[in-house]
């Protein structure tokens, strides 16, 4: 990337974790001339500026937005078509929106109905975050080392998706490009059923007799297999209603292995349990 800022604004609309944390990259190597922040909570807001994450803030999207030819939706992504509405006609002419949203697919097409004739809009999605939310949680080493899905279209207006690329990459992320509906079944099931499974793990205990009690000796596995289910809840509400059909895929797949350890437990069958197990175990140390 050469010394001049590749754009004159950036507004990054929800400065939480990925939000604050891009914007800060954006903001310390000079990608853009100003960094603009977007939010509700005043608070939040005050602490980016304080971090150095942001330049200034407003807590009115449409005026955030005016003036930039970078836009970076990083709020609740069941919040996006309702903010892309409200803000497309306060926006530049071609300037880049992008976001971070873990659900695509059909999503993508309707953000590109929106955006069509006024805004050049890529779809990403960096792998990359923690149960913290807020500007607060903001690492500007958060994305090294993490993929980045692009899922372009053919829609997509190849500069301004070479434009989001370069961006990623300058913060450290390895970009990948994926179909926006494979994206939705991959991600069903390595992402977004694994976060169902923490909080139902949770809650189950919660209801067992003596649940409550056994919290305070949860350590270890418990605690790793959790840990997920300390996101931030309205999130992953959206995720689950916008990805639903491939999370009910993955939900069903994994009920029914539930239900064959289940059954084998039941009948004492050992050596099917050790299979069973053997067989994950191999496939988990795929996973670096």
């Given amino acids: ?19 604050g944390s891009i914007a800060g990259v954006i903001r310390s190597r000079g990608i853009a001339r100003a960094v603009v922040g977007v939010g509700r909570n005043k608070e939040n807001l005050d602490t980016a500026v304080r971090m150095g994450l942001i330049d200034r803030y407003s807590q009115d999207a449409k005026k955030g937005v005016s003036g930039s030819d970078l836009v970076i939706l990083c ?26 949203g873990s659900v695509k697919g059909g999503l993508v097409t309707r953000l590109e109905e929106i955006f069509y004739l006024k805004a050049r809009y890529v779809p990403a999605h960096p792998i990359a975050g923690s149960e913290r939310s807020g500007a607060e949680a903001a690492n500007l080493k ?38 926006p509906f494979d ?41 790793d297999f959790t840990r997920i289910a300390g996101s931030h809840p309205g999130m992953w509400r959206d995720i689950c209603l916008l990805n639903s059909g491939n999370i009910s895929d993955a939900l069903g797949m994994y009920i029914k292995s539930l239900e064959k350890l289940r059954a084998l437990m039941e009948s004492g069958d050992g050596e099917a349990l050790l299979s069973e197990f053997e067989k994950a175990r191999v496939v988990r140390q795929r996973i670096k």
Avoid at 75 to 100: M, N
Avoid at 153 to 164: F, G, H, M, Q, W
Avoid at 185 to 206: D, E, I, K, Q, W
């Fill in 1 to 19: 990337m050469s010394a001049e800022p590749r754009f004159s604004q950036a507004t990054v609309i929800g400065v939480g974790l990925i939000g």
């Fill in 75 to 100: 709020c609740p992504v069941g919040s996006f078509e309702q903010v892309a509405r409200e803000i497309k006609p306060y926006l530049e002419d071609q300037a880049i929106v992008t976001d971070a």
């Fill in 142 to 179: 958060l994305f090294h080392g993490a993929r980045c899905i692009l899922t372009p279209t053919r829609n997509t207006d190849i500069k301004a998706l070479e434009a989001v690329s370069d961006l990623w990459e300058v913060a450290g992320a390895k970009v990948e490009r994926m179909d």
């Fill in 183 to 223: 994206h939705d079944r991959v991600f069903g099931m390595v992402s977004h059923l694994p976060h169902l499974a923490a909080y139902a793990m949770v809650v189950a205990l919660t209801q067992m007799d003596g649940g409550e009690d056994a919290i305070s000796y949860a350590a270890g596995g418990f605690k």
